[in-house]
């Protein structure tokens, strides 16, 4: 029977879901084009750890942390640092204000009665630059969600099945969008190609064999397809050189094949402006999966503080920046000054233990499968939770041994680059150990650990007990030779608070609307420079949900 969509979604990842969410409540009528199977439903943020930014939550209170809108305000501009006021931020800034005031308002509500839960215990993510107006969390504001990113994209793909049942959306998969079609300065419809049935797994890289064509009208296109993370030819071309340094030459990938920033040209062909190309959140701290579900799968440790951190030529990374999971692009800046593009944790077994926990909900089996009792076993079991336990058998850039020597031999049989020295080493570490004798210390980590144990969560389950890393009843050594991995990408698509895709002139253009990463998570750019952590899910929300209430309102 023939179908004539009110709206088409580019898309189907979480920004899409959520847009189409809106249309469907507002009774429109929905085509959704995804250019991957029906197993992909969701995109990136099943795979995701589930992480949400909120603002003076009951669950931050319950830990007693005090936020409010005016810290999370101060923290978020600090880190985003726009620059570009009268041009490419003059939207970002405008969707950062509105987000901060959602994240503090409604968007606990609006997701809990969509059956969205969280876990009690909040994580301190991105704990800054060692500055109040610079950039980081002043407070723990990362909540994990229970059932981890399959667990939000449930939220919204439960009423959009529903709404397929009832004849409001359509899906067509393996509908890969290759021009968005113009008429009269409007954008009316999209033309494409059908690719090749193709049944593989969720995540893993699909066909691009054509097999047909398409044409689609409808009054409004919303463009819902994610970031260039997995595109390293577009990273690099837009890689900030300048400001953080060489783009790296090995790259691992934190997302699937599918995140290929394809769309961004043609949306920009149709008239759309990007803006701000050189933002990128890329990490250092990455690993190669052992056991891969996508091309050069990647896995992001999130550290607690008390790895020491030297780059390439064995040089302790500096002040806040050398303190894992406090300032990503700080840290980044240090490691690609020296030429190379890697760097290395020096850690214990009774670090690893409780300060290693891995991104992703695959890595996180007993909340992505929201099982209690697995969890109490796996997270209060002696030993290095399993999936970390794995990689440290199994994983390539892992090297374990009971004496320095040994750990260093090991970790110079890893080095793309220069050879690390024993006793420059040896001499780094035994300074840092000296500095455990007090409750306080000149070392900025050290201080850091300190202070992070005054903290409720992290006390309790985050950061391991101050200790010798050359006490050998804490061993054995750890050492990991940590990678840059790409994720996100922050600029993008400029949109108004509507989603309504911008021309060069400023002005929207009719019929197009974008959300989620491809819009830079609202405006082109609403992280700015810098990004606070669990704000990409929320941005894909927030924005997905603007796009769909607005063409829901036309
Ligand atoms: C391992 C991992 C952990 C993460 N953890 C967190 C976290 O804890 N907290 C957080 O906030 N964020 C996290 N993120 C980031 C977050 O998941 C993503 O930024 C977000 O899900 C992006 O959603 P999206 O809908 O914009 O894009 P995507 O999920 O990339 O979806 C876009 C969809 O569009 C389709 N598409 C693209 N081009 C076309 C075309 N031409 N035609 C048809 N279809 C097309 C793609 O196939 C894809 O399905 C994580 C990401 C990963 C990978």
């Known amino acids: ?55 003076d939550s009951p669950e931050q209170r319950r830990v007693r942390v005090k936020d409010s809108l005016e810290l999370a305000r101060q923290d978020w501009f600090g880190s985003a640092a726009f620059d570009r006021l009268d041009d490419e931020d003059v939207w970002g800034r405008q969707w950062a204000e509105a987000y901060l005031q959602w994240a503090a308002g409604g968007k606990r509500g609006y997701l809990r009665d969509l059956g969205h839960r969280v876990l009690p215990m909040v994580g301190w993510a991105e704990r800054g630059d060692g500055s109040a107006t610079g950039h980081g969390n002043s407070v723990p504001r990362f909540h994990i969600t229970w059932g981890t990113g399959p667990g939000v994209v449930d939220a919204f793909a439960n009423p959009v099945l529903e709404a397929e049942k009832a004849g409001l959306v359509r899906f067509a998969f393996r509908h890969q969008v290759d021009e968005l079609l113009v008429e009269d300065g409007a954008v009316v419809g999209v033309r494409g190609s059908e690719l090749a049935p193709d049944d593989a797994d969720r995540g893993v890289k699909s066909s691009r064999e ?38 790296p030459e090995h790259l691992i990938s934190g997302v699937p094949a599918h995140v290929d920033g394809r769309m961004l040209g043609i949306t920009e062909a149709a008239g759309g402006r990007i803006v701000n190309r050189d933002r990128m959140w890329a990490y250092t701290e990455g690993i190669h999966n052992w056991d891969p579900i996508w091309p050069d799968h990647a896995i992001r440790i999130l550290p607690g503080p008390s790895s020491m ?12 920046s050398g303190v894992p999971g406090a300032d990503s692009i700080g840290a980044m800046t240090q490691i690609l000054a020296t030429g190379h593009d890697y760097s290395w944790f020096v850690l214990t077994q009774s670090i690893i233990e409780k300060e290693f926990a891995l991104s992703g909900s695959e890595q996180n089996p007993d909340l992505t499968g929201r099982d209690v009792k697995f969890l109490l076993q796996s997270r209060l079991a002696k030993g290095a939770p399993g999936p970390v336990a794995a990689f440290m058998e199994h994983g390539e850039d892992f090297v374990v041994a009971d004496t320095l020597p040994e750990l260093v031999a090991g970790m110079n049989g890893l080095a793309r680059g220069p050879q690390l020295d024993l006793d420059d080493l040896e001499r780094q570490i035994s300074a840092r150990d000296r500095e455990l004798g007090n409750d306080f210390s000149k070392d900025v980590q050290v201080m850091a650990i300190h202070n992070a144990r005054r903290s409720m969560v992290d006390k309790l389950i985050r950061v391991a007990k101050p200790h010798r890393i050359l006490d050998p009843a804490h061993g054995p050594l750890v050492a990991v030779r940590l990678n840059i991995l790409s994720r996100k990408t922050l600029g993008g698509l400029q949109t108004d608070l509507d989603s309504r895709v911008l021309g060069e002139d400023g002005s929207p253009i009719p019929g197009l609307y974008a959300a989620g990463e491809v819009a830079g998570f609202g405006g082109g750019g609403v992280h700015g420079y810098n990004a606070l952590e669990g704000t990409f899910l929320g941005g894909c929300i927030f924005s997905g949900r603007a796009a769909g209430l607005a063409i829901g309102r036309a």
């Open 1 to 55: 029977m023939a179908f004539h969509p009110d709206a088409v979604v580019v898309g189907a990842g979480l920004a899409g879901l959520v847009a189409t969410h809106e249309l469907a409540k507002a009774g429109k009528r929905v085509l959704v084009l995804e250019q991957e199977n029906r197993n992909n439903l969701g995109g990136q943020a099943f795979w995701s750890l589930g992480g949400l930014f909120f603002v």
């Open 210 to 247: 054509v097999v047909g064509g398409f044409e689609h009208r409808a009054a409004a296109v919303v463009v819902t397809s994610g970031g260039i993370g997995h595109n390293h030819d577009l990273m690099r071309a837009n890689w900030p050189t300048d400001r953080v340094g060489p783009a």
């Open 309 to 320: 951190w030297f780059d390439a030529n064995g040089r302790r990374l500096t002040g806040m």
